[in-house]
């Protein structure tokens, strides 16, 4: 779970797949890995193949999520035949007769209290978009930085974080760039990105399909009716937040700034290292070296089309300042006797909206769920919290969690009965813990190291 709501992508490791699958993944990854300035002709083949079509189905389902413009869920696929909808969409593929539907906006709340859009697909162009996914991601894999973290299998947010910090501890690097891109995802130039793709892709349909995707309408609903607009093909700019392949697309047009920061002297001038999760980064500089990477990165990232959003990029000098990564807050903290030492923690940011959703989940007295439905909405809730925010030491912060969410579902509890009070005579821990089986944090740390990080 990503404080910052981004989602975690999606996981293509050879070793859930298929043996034909997997097969055709190893064949396609040791060939670009091998052979660095191949190009692929015939792919199109390959994702309309019923094992691709029949895969991307299962991790589409798996990743759940709402129906698109056409009302279409999985549950009616499956009820309707799953076997005949799958061959419909490979008689579409395979006849390249397939267009993709408009995208369903719709808006989901942001950290900061505001609101970012999401385009969400047909569950029909999503199965298309992770078919070619789970073909051209193979390629496209060895040629990624290893210092991008976000939406590649057998790396997560957690090991950019542990990246981060062991740079600053290790390297010395004491002033860190705290980047943020203005609406990344929806400023990606389609003619550069497209250039991204071509330079490994040359099979033509695969192409154009690509392109297709990325100029799709989008069509927003609302108590006055329904508008559809073209933002994407009329500014020739963005990818889609919520299509499976956007991921990999915006990975790829940051991989040129990767390129060119290593690749054309930046680093090695400022003693620099970037570390990268989707659209965040942060370039870790020794003393003294930071302004002058933040100018450089201005002038390389509006050369790439891109926008700096100044209001949340700082220069942070440590040991006196901290700064905020992909949920953690990394810097020097002080222990036991105002000892110091270089850590990480969950951030304030990241505590508060937990604590905002365990309220809005503890709120309405007049709710009907049962008492087991609450613990069985929190729990889940909980339990993806803690299991991105377990590095560094913890302990203090989970107590508080722990304390909060018993008072507010006491508190529920109450309520519900038309009572008022804190409910900790009437429901003690016990009662919590052992019958309605609330989960509770602290007794996690007992399963792991208590180590900084």
């Known amino acids: 779970m990503l404080e910052s709501g981004k989602s975690p992508g999606i996981d293509v490791s050879l070793a859930t797949l298929p043996d034909s699958v997997r097969t055709l993944q190893t064949a396609l990854q040791t060939k670009a890995k091998n052979e660095p300035a191949t190009r692929f002709y015939s792919l199109w083949d390959k994702v309309c193949r019923r ?51 408009p995208l369903l906006r719709v808006w989901i709340p942001k950290a900061n209290g505001g609101e970012r859009p999401l385009a969400v697909p047909c569950i029909r162009d999503r199965v298309a978009q992770m078919a070619v996914l789970l073909v051209i991601g193979p390629i496209f894999e060895p040629d990624l930085s290893p210092r991008q973290y976000g939406f590649r299998s057998g790396v997560d947010a957690k090991m950019a974080v542990r990246r981060t910090f062991f740079d600053l501890v290790e390297g010395g690097k004491r002033e860190v760039a705290d980047v943020d891109l203005s609406d990344y995802f929806t400023t990606i130039p389609h003619g550069d990105l497209m250039r991204c793709v071509v330079r490994r892709i040359a099979d033509g349909t695969l192409l154009a399909v690509i392109r297709a995707w990325l100029t799709v309408p989008v069509r927003e609903r609302s108590p006055q009716g329904e508008r559809q607009t073209t933002p994407a093909k009329d500014q020739h700019r963005g990818v889609p937040q919520g299509g499976v392949i956007s991921p990999l697309l915006s990975n790829l047009y940051f991989r040129r700034f990767m ?76 222990g036991k006797g105002g000892r110091p030492y270089w850590g990480t923690r969950p951030s304030k940011k990241a505590v508060k909206r937990l604590m905002r959703e365990i309220h809005d989940a503890t709120t309405k007295r007049w709710n009907p769920l049962e008492v087991e439905s609450r613990v069985e909405r929190l729990n889940p809730l909980l339990r993806g919290w803690a299991g991105y925010f377990n590095q560094g030491p913890v302990g203090k912060v989970y107590r508080q969690i722990d304390n909060y969410v018993a008072r507010r579902l006491r508190i529920w509890l109450m309520r519900k009965r038309g009572k008022r009070g804190t409910g900790y005579r009437q429901y003690p821990d016990h009662y919590l813990y052992e019958e309605l089986g609330l989960m509770r944090l602290l007794p996690l740390l007992a399963n792991r190291s208590n180590a900084k990080v």
């Open 259 to 334: 390129l060119a920061w290593y690749g054309k002297g930046y680093a090695e001038r400022h003693q620099a290292e970037v570390v990268n999760y989707a659209d965040d980064f942060v370039i870790l500089c020794p003393p003294g070296r930071g302004a002058e990477a933040m100018a450089e990165m201005r002038q390389l990232v509006s050369r790439l089309g891109l926008t700096v959003n100044e209001k949340k990029t700082r220069l942070v000098k440590l040991p006196e300042e901290r700064f905020d990564f992909l949920g953690y807050t990394v810097g020097r903290f002080y």
């Open 51 to 101: 094992d691709i079509l029949t895969e991307a189905y299962r991790r589409c389902r798996a990743n759940r999520g709402a129906p698109g413009v056409d009302g279409e869920s999985f549950e009616r696929i499956e009820s309707q035949g799953l076997d005949p909808w799958l061959e419909r969409l490979q008689q579409e593929l395979k006849g390249k007769t397939y267009q993709p539907r």
